[in-house]
């Protein structure tokens, strides 16, 4: 089955520093998705992209679907204490009825340093 | 605003309970999910309904069944509770073709 390669599993990084990220796979996604994940909490959804070589932004948070349909990237800049958490990639393949699953990388593990 | 809640946040069962886990959506959501987030192992989905009455299997539905009786509510039922199950269970909705919302998540533990 598909499966989300995302890197770096885990940053510590100084307030103030960019942040990058980045999920890759072998299959083709029509979507992808990163959402971020505090403690005791469920995901909540960042940013949304729906076409390849689409980038969209959200404040600091900047997001690319990559022009194959593999891959994603998250930019942070600027960082803040708060932007602590872990950072989930999702890519969205269409099934029966019009549905989307999604498939998970394992996360990247936030630490801000103020 | 989307609005996914689920019945608890934190469940201590027994080995060998029956588990009755309770999601519900205000949003009039097609799609509902239900998956487990284990560390190290990301999200990994357990089943999904895209209709009332409707389930399909997810990648791992082994040792769970789902219930969807109403459009709003989506429940996880574990018929016998093993330690292996302890883990933490979100719930997701989503309209057709949209992105998936989570619920905050129920932290199982089973002793």
């Known amino acids: 089955g598909q499966q989300l390669n995302q890197s770096p599993q885990s940053m510590f990084i100084q307030e103030g520093e960019d942040v990058s990220m980045n999920c890759t796979s072998s299959?083709?996604?029509?979507?992808w998705l990163w959402y971020k994940q505090e403690p005791g909490e469920g995901p909540v959804l960042l940013i949304a992209l729906y076409k390849a070589g689409e980038l969209t932004s959200n404040g600091r948070l900047t997001a690319q679907f990559g022009i194959t349909r593999k891959d994603s990237f998250l930019n942070i800049s600027a960082s803040i204490p708060s932007d602590v958490g872990i950072y989930f990639c999702a890519g969205g393949f269409l099934i029966q009825g019009g549905s989307e699953k999604l498939v998970f990388g394992k996360g990247t593990k936030l630490t801000v340093n103020p | 605003d989307v609005k996914v809640t689920q019945s608890s946040r934190y469940l201590v069962k027994r080995t060998g309970e029956k588990v009755f886990l309770e999601c519900v959506q205000d949003m009039d959501h097609e799609n509902m999910f239900w998956y487990r987030q284990d560390p190290g192992l990301g999200l990994r989905l357990i089943y999904f309904?895209?209709?009332?009455?409707?389930?399909e299997k997810g990648d791992i539905p082994e040792g769970y069944s789902v219930s969807r009786e109403k459009k709003e509510r989506f429940s996880l039922i574990l018929e016998s509770a093993s330690t292996n199950q302890t883990s933490m269970y979100l719930c997701a909705s989503s309209s057709l073709g949209d992105e998936q919302f989570f619920g905050p998540g129920t932290r199982l533990t089973v002793l």
């Open positions: 309904s895209y209709d009332v009455k409707m389930k």
């Open positions: 299959s083709i996604f029509n979507t």
